[in-house]
């Protein structure tokens, strides 16, 4: 059984910084392709970052400078370190393996930036 497990959400001030993780079971996670995906209240489901099994790396512009996604295939997890944070950025993040079409999801993790 497939199972994405977040974690590190919570609330923050606008500027500070969270670290998110997701720990991956039942897949064989260091062929796998990650990516965080998040969803603010009103709005679609929206790529943040992906890295490919061999670490190659893609942000959407909104979080580009600020968050950093990486991997340990050690530990079958991947991070999102999150920088600088926004408003903007009060969302629910999932992580997903595989891609959107056909990978797998996590039940997600809330960020909010709120003063």
């Known amino acids: 059984q497939v199972q994405l497990v977040e974690s590190g959400g919570g609330l923050v001030q606008p500027g500070g910084s969270l670290r998110l993780s997701c720990a991956a079971s039942?897949?064989?996670?260091?062929?796998?392709?990650m990516g965080w995906y998040r969803q603010a209240p009103g709005k679609q489901r929206e790529l943040v970052a992906t890295i490919t099994y061999g670490g190659s790396t893609n942000y959407a512009d909104s979080v580009k400078g600020r968050f950093t996604i990486s991997r340990d295939n050690a530990k079958n997890t991947v991070y999102l370190q999150m920088n600088s944070l926004k408003p903007e950025d009060t969302a629910m993040y999932y992580c997903?393996?595989?891609?959107?079409?056909?990978?797998?999801w996590g039940k997600g993790t809330l960020v909010t930036v709120s003063s």
């Open positions: 997903n393996a595989g891609g959107t079409a056909i990978g797998y």
């Open positions: 039942g897949i064989e996670f260091r062929i796998y392709n």
